[in-house]
Nanobody, 125 residues
Framework: QVQLVESGGGWVQAGGSVKHSCVAS????????MGWFRQDPGKERQFVGH????????YYIKSVRGRFTISRDNAKNTVYLEMNNLRPVATAVYYC??????????????????WGQGPLVTVSS
């Protein structure tokens, strides 16, 4: 059974930090690129960033570049999203997702096969 189990949601003040983790099971994690997405209620889901299957390349949307960091530990079947200097506009449900392209270049592409459950992050001003 494929699972992506996330943790790290919660409430944080503007300017603060949150680190999400997403633990995978039921598939060969080390062969999948991992993406992070977010969705504000009433809005479409937004791609946030991506890390390649081997961790050699990362990509972020412009609005989070320099403040968000995606990393992974293939030995622990875990991908992380560290978010710093958070702004209220970042309030959303955050999802990790797995894609099988095995691209060595990270980017806003890929067909995602598996999704996490998405903890809510609330950033207060």
């Amino acid at each position: 059974q494929v699972q992506l189990v996330e943790s790290g949601g919660g409430w944080v003040q503007a300017g603060g930090s949150v680190k999400h983790s997403c633990v995978a099971s039921g598939f060969t994690f080390s062969t999948y690129g991992m993406g992070w997405f977010r969705q504000d209620p009433g809005k479409e889901r937004q791609f946030v960033g991506h890390i390649t299957f081997n961790g050699g390349s990362t990509y972020y949307i412009k609005s989070v570049r320099g403040r968000f960091t995606i990393s992974r530990d293939n030995a622990k079947n875990t991908v992380y999203l560290e978010m710093n200097n958070l702004r209220p506009v970042a309030t959303a449900v955050y999802y990790c997702a797995a894609e099988r392209s095995q691209s060595i270049v990270a980017g806003p592409w890929g067909d995602y096969d598996y999704w996490g459950q998405g903890p809510l992050v609330t950033v207060s001003s």
